[in-house]
């Protein structure tokens, strides 16, 4: 069975770079038929896409995120990142990873993990 | 305003049937397949329909979605008290060059 885990800080300062962590078990991140995606939910409001990444380094991102994302594989650590920069209280949000099957929608998400968390404040 | 709009509530009583829609565009609905997902309280979302019509492994029957043009559609027969929760539809936009959620309809079960 397919698990995600999100990890990294939960508080980050305002105008600093976020960075988190999914560390995926019970298959490879390098799987030809999977993709790897970021979305996030602010408290209390509803699910922003925020990127998808497949394991040869091919990015897809939100176009109102994209100059300040960018994400990143590491095959030898099964994990998959995220880095938001310029952070402001508008990022505070659920951060989820969660995997898209390759070969269905972009908008198909089958595993997701538990979420983590961040919270922009100084 | 929102690429796909979906009422921000519904409800029913339970063995009641209800429906949950998603509006979009030519540039996303009209032209790519739709998703939507169940998020009960406190959880993480899970997938319950994809490919507009499509249950995966788990998911009971007695959840359906269709598509029709621009719109797409979630019905719930047989309501009961479990399925509470929020309900989003998700697809890609062409012109946008991104995926887009709907803002969410939150099921109440009377």
């Known amino acids: 069975q397919l698990q995600l885990q999100e990890s990294g800080p939960g508080l980050v300062k305002p105008s600093e770079t976020l960075s988190l962590t999914c560390s995926v078990s019970g298959g490879s991140i390098s799987s030809s038929s999977s993709y790897w995606g970021w979305i996030r939910q602010p408290p209390g409001k509803g699910l922003e896409w925020i990127g998808t990444?497949?394991?040869?380094?091919?990015?897809y991102y939100d176009p109102s995120l994209k100059s300040r994302v960018t994400m990143s594989v590491d095959t030898s650590k099964n994990q998959f990142s995220l880095t938001l920069s310029s952070v402001s209280a508008a990022d505070t949000a659920m951060y989820f990873c969660?995997?898209?099957?390759?070969?269905?929608?972009?908008?198909?998400?089958?595993?997701w993990g538990r979420g983590t968390l961040v919270t922009v404040s100084s | 305003q929102s690429v796909l709009t979906q009422p921000p509530s519904a409800s029913g009583t339970p063995g009641q049937s209800v429906t949950i829609s998603c509006s979009g565009s030519?540039?996303?609905?009209?032209?790519?397949?739709v998703n939507w997902y169940q998020q009960l309280p406190g959880t993480t979302p899970k997938l319950l329909i994809y490919s507009n019509n499509q249950r995966p492994s788990g998911v009971p029957a007695r959840f359906s979605g269709s598509k029709s043009g621009t719109s797409a559609s979630l019905a719930i027969s047989g309501l009961q008290s479990e399925d509470e929760a929020d309900y989003y539809c998700a697809t890609w936009d062409d012109s946008l060059n991104g995926v887009f959620f709907g803002g969410g309809t939150k099921l109440t079960v009377l």
């Open positions: 030519s540039s996303n609905i009209g032209i790519n397949t």
């Open positions: 990444i497949y394991y040869s380094g091919i990015t």
């Open positions: 969660a995997r898209r099957p390759r070969g269905y929608s972009y908008g198909h998400f089958n595993y």
